[in-house]
């Protein structure tokens, strides 16, 4: 099969569109990532009851983040995406966060995004029409997610697309 964290990801700059693989899908309770090594999907870790993801979540292949693995991302789409699903995505933007944990902190940026098959958010171009109350939802999962695991996320700034794309290209591995 392949190392999918290192697929190539086929960043468009102009249509700020690339490639994601998705490790947990929206409204599960198991959080999913993908291992290298392995080739495979492990189980990381669940969430307590009444807490489930808010979007399929997963990675940008051929990125390195500060934190050592490829960039995350969230993304919209009309239903939840399969584990190790490839799906072409729109960029929105990008939710800038440090992560505090043992006294050390480092950036954990998630990026954005849309499925372009989507039709229920085909219209969406930016984190802006998403709507102050889902940003709301999704930076607290983020802060509520870190904090069972005694980790501070913190939320800098939320951006647009254009952001999106040139941290891409900044953590291109």
Not at 118 to 141: H, P
Not at 144 to 150: E, F, I, T, W
Request: charged letters at 25%; a negative charge.
């Amino acid at each position: 099969m392949g190392d999918l964290s290192r697929l190539p990801h086929h960043l468009d700059t102009r249509a700020a569109t690339c490639r994601v693989v998705i490790e947990t899908p929206k409204g599960r309770r198991s959080k999913y990532s993908y291992d290298p090594e392995t080739q495979a999907f492990a189980l990381k870790r669940l969430l307590p009851d009444g807490m489930s993801f808010p979007l399929d979540f997963g990675f940008i292949p051929s990125t390195k983040a500060e934190d050592g693995d490829p960039l995350d991302i969230l993304v919209l789409n009309d239903e939840p995406a399969a584990v190790g699903a490839l799906v072409e995505v729109r960029l929105l933007g990008v939710i800038e966060a440090e992560q505090t944990q043992d006294g050390k902190t480092i950036r954990n940026d998630r990026v954005l995004a849309v499925a372009q098959a989507s039709f229920l958010f085909a219209k969406v171009e930016t984190v802006g029409d998403l709507g102050e109350a889902l940003m709301r939802n999704l930076t607290q999962f983020w802060v509520n997610y870190d904090a069972l695991r005694g980790v501070e996320f913190k939320v800098l700034a939320v951006k647009g697309p254009e952001r999106a794309v040139e941290l891409i290209g900044e953590a291109k591995a």
